[in-house]
Structure formats: C-alpha cells, structure tokens
C-alpha cells in the first residue's frame, strides 16, 4: 500500500471532512468518478499518521469489520524530502452517529447497540499473540492521548503488566485510597483469568464520531489511530474510564455496550492515564518514518 505522493497532486484535495491541528480529513471524487476520503498529517511529532495505522484498519476491514477497506498510503513529498503522510481509504455511506444519535427513536438506538455489540464481539475473535499492532510493530500509548508516544511492542502478559504497574511506582497517585499492593494482585489475578497469548483487536476511540450510520445501520468503524491488540480489558476501560475525548453523554451507552473489565483493572487504567504535564522520561515517540 505504500506509495509516494507529490504534494501538489488534487489527490489531498476536497470537500473538508475534518481538520484539527496537523491532520484533515477530506472527501475527494477521484478521476474514474470513485468518492474517496483522504486522511492526512504533516510530518509533525503531536499527530503523524503511522503506516501501522493504515494496516491495523485494513486488517480489521478483511476479516469482517465494518470499516472502510484502505486502497492506499502516501508520503507526501515536498521540494526538500517528506512533509507529511496520507492514507487514501474507501468512503463510509451514511453520517456520524453523533449528528443523529439524540434524534432516532429508541427502537433504533437499541438496534444500533446491538450492532455495535456485534462488532466488539467479532473483534474479540481476531487476535495475535503479543500486545502491539500487525507485524509486531508498536501502538499508540492509549494511556496518553496527548502525546504520540509509542506503546511496545510486547511479547507477553507480564511484560505488559510490568510495563503499567512501573507506571503506577512512578506518578503520584490519582487516588487517595490507592492501595498499589491490592492493585498488584488485582492485575496478576486477571493475568491469571486470561489465556496467554491471545490479545484481542481494540478500536481505542469509540466515540459517535468515529461510528457511521444510514438508516440505523452501522457502515463503517472509522478512526484507528489508537487501535492495537490488547488484553481484553483495555477496550472497555479506555471507553469508560479514561475516554479521552468521548462525549460524555456517550459513555454510559458504552458502558452497556463495551464488554466490561475487572473493577481492578479499570481502576489501574484510571491510576496510569497520563496528562500533559506527565512524563516518566522514557518514552518513546512515534517517528515519521515508523
């Protein structure tokens, strides 16, 4: 899928979809009359598009989500070298759901649940032996939404585990009543409850923005910059918990609809979500080239 694109080409060109910051997401009609959305970044540190990005959707696309296939990614090139990076996917029919949610009749927000609850199980049936993205490559930190920082890859559980709890030693406690022992063997305990090596497919951001629908059907499953393969909690205490940019009047209807998680581990995703004045020192950043 990799390709290199002449920043001049119309290819980035079209009707504004979205636009925050670096990355703009556009609708563009190409020459054969196809409709496609154009996503794309400068190549700026806060929000470079990763080629992994690209791949983990068109993994989740061929094995039976609804999102849309990616026909191709782009360097955008510049007269010095690289100045940004595009992935070139199929358009999802429909709307987000957020512009619609609050006017459908209940009949067919329940339906749209069950939907969504259909696509979450599908995604707990695809999966890798080791936490990170297709090929063994790293993640997005999505215990940090305001970085591009760099999470794993992980071989194993434990290593993991190890990762969140040094987390835990490191900051100050969000809570008052933490107990970081009790804390410990709640994550050993759900270790224990998993079966190794099975890491599940994770979206990361479920917000109603990243949800497309027509006529009370989903379409498509758009945004996959904080997906990943993860422990089974993850998803519901990132959705829940930590819901970095959901809409608040969402989160209880992913609640019902997201698999639920140990108290434990949503309270260890509550104790190692970081902020922008956070910094351990040893993070690691996504690159242009990654």
């Not at 703009?24 to 009609?29: A, M």
């Not at 496609?36 to 540190?45: E, G, H, I, L, Y």
């Not at 305001?146 to 030693?169: H, K």
């Not at 059907?217 to 089974?232: K, L, R, Y």
Request: with cysteine; hydrophobic share 40%; aromatic share 10%.
């Amino acid at each position: 899928m990799a390709d290199v694109l002449d920043a001049t080409e119309p290819c980035v060109l079209g009707k504004l979809i979205y636009h925050r910051g670096p990355r703009t997401v556009v609708e563009h009609t190409r020459s054969d009359g196809q409709t496609v959305v154009v996503k794309f970044a400068k190549q700026d540190p806060r929000a470079a598009i990763q080629r992994s990005e690209a791949t983990m959707q068109q993994f989740a696309a061929t094995h039976g989500i609804l999102t849309p296939k990616v026909l191709r990614v782009y360097d955008i090139m510049g007269e010095a070298g690289p100045i940004g990076r595009a992935i070139v996917m199929e358009k999802a029919p429909g709307v987000p759901l957020v512009q619609v949610w609050r006017k459908l009749p209940r009949e067919l927000q329940e339906s749209i649940k069950d939907q969504l609850r259909g696509q979450l199980a599908l995604m707990r049936l695809l999966t890798m032996p080791y936490i990170g993205r297709v090929g063994y490559q790293p993640t997005w930190n999505v215990f940090n939404c305001w970085q591009t920082y760099a999470l794993g890859p992980f071989p194993d559980r434990q290593s993991f585990d190890e990762w969140c709890l040094r987390r835990i030693r490191q900051k100050p406690a969000r809570s008052h009543k933490l107990d970081k022992w009790r804390l410990r063997r709640h994550v050993k305990k759900d270790r224990a409850r998993s079966t190794e090596g099975r890491f599940v497919l994770t979206h990361g951001d479920l917000s109603p923005r990243n949800i497309m629908v027509e006529d009370g059907v989903i379409t498509g499953i758009i945004d996959w910059q904080f997906s990943g393969f993860f422990p089974e909690w993850v998803e519901h205490a990132n959705a829940t918990v930590i819901a970095a940019g959901i809409e608040k009047w969402w989160i209880p209807v992913l609640r019902e609809v997201v698999p639920q998680c140990a108290k434990g581990m949503a309270k260890l995703a509550f104790e190692i979500e970081e902020h922008p004045d956070c910094s351990y020192g040893d993070e690691k950043h996504f690159t242009f080239d990654d």
